[in-house]
């Protein structure tokens, strides 16, 4: 039995009932969640199991008291693991070969996969409270070494400017969705801060540089209503070594057609 496997990101693409922007756009995934699809061909009734919840690259503590492990747990071990969880079942119902209920397939697909996407680059996203890796305030010294820490000072003239600026922007989200930083459009060195809703990743011209879960479950437990106190707070283990390799393109993801 041949079976029906296809790039995550194509597949998203298809089942994108309403494209973000122009319909030839990429989305971008991060490098450490790609996870290659595998198949049992030798059994036709075999399920592939294709994705897999990451691991963290940092222990469930690590984020306090910014994030409290409670949330970190409950957040990568539950509400990630249900994306994924959900995702391969829609992978399944599509290797079945019955596109009866072809539209309800692609929509969870589409939906769980964002969420997975999302989910995969928020985690790398952060870095252990102190590290050295999340440094709150990229500085003068740091910008010779870095060219992002150069952009967020040329356009913005501090890094706690631009921290404002992405909790202003915040603000405009009414429901659910992520906050990020990204750079472009296209081959611009240029960073800005912009919103996608529910778990629409964040796709070109745009190259993602970090993402902030804005969704309830991601600061509930620990600061109640209070958004705002959330992403004061989560500045403080932002990981700018990830990001400024994301802003630099060395570990840029792949993009629709790329297998992964
Ligand atoms: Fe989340």
């Given amino acids: 039995m041949k079976t029906l496997l296809l790039p995550l990101t194509l597949l998203l693409t298809l089942a994108s009932a309403t494209p973000i922007a122009d319909p030839t756009a990429t989305l971008h995934t991060p490098d450490l969640h790609r996870r290659q699809a595998t198949t049992t061909s030798s059994s036709p009734t075999s399920t592939p199991s294709a994705y897999a919840l990451p691991t ?77 890796q999340a440094m709150a305030t990229p500085s003068r010294e740091r910008e010779a070494l870095s060219s992002l820490t150069g952009q967020i000072l040329s356009q913005w003239g501090s890094y706690d400017a631009m921290w404002e600026a992405l909790v202003e922007k915040a603000k405009e989200l009414t429901g659910s969705g992520w906050v990020w930083l990204v750079r472009g459009p296209g ?62 393109k060395t570990k840029l993801s792949p993009v629709v057609g790329t297998e992964w």
């Fill in 56 to 132: 963290l690259p940092y222990g469930l503590s690590d984020l306090e008291p910014h994030i409290s492990r409670e949330i970190v747990e409950t957040h990568h071990t539950k509400h990630h693991a249900t994306f994924i969880s959900n995702m391969n079942l829609a992978v399944r119902d599509l290797q079945s070969g019955n596109i009866t209920n072809i539209a309800n397939i692609l929509s969870s697909f589409r939906y769980n996969a964002g969420a997975h996407i999302n989910h995969s680059l928020f985690w790398l996203s952060l870095a252990k409270t102190n590290s050295t």
């Fill in 187 to 248: 081959n611009l060195n240029t960073v800005e801060v912009k919103l996608t809703t529910d778990q629409t990743p964040m796709m070109d011209p745009w190259t993602p540089i970090f993402c902030i879960d804005l969704w309830e479950h991601a600061y509930y437990p620990q600061y109640k209503n209070d958004k705002m106190a959330y992403l004061r707070s989560i500045k403080n283990i932002i990981n700018w070594d990830e990001a400024e390799k994301r802003y630099s």
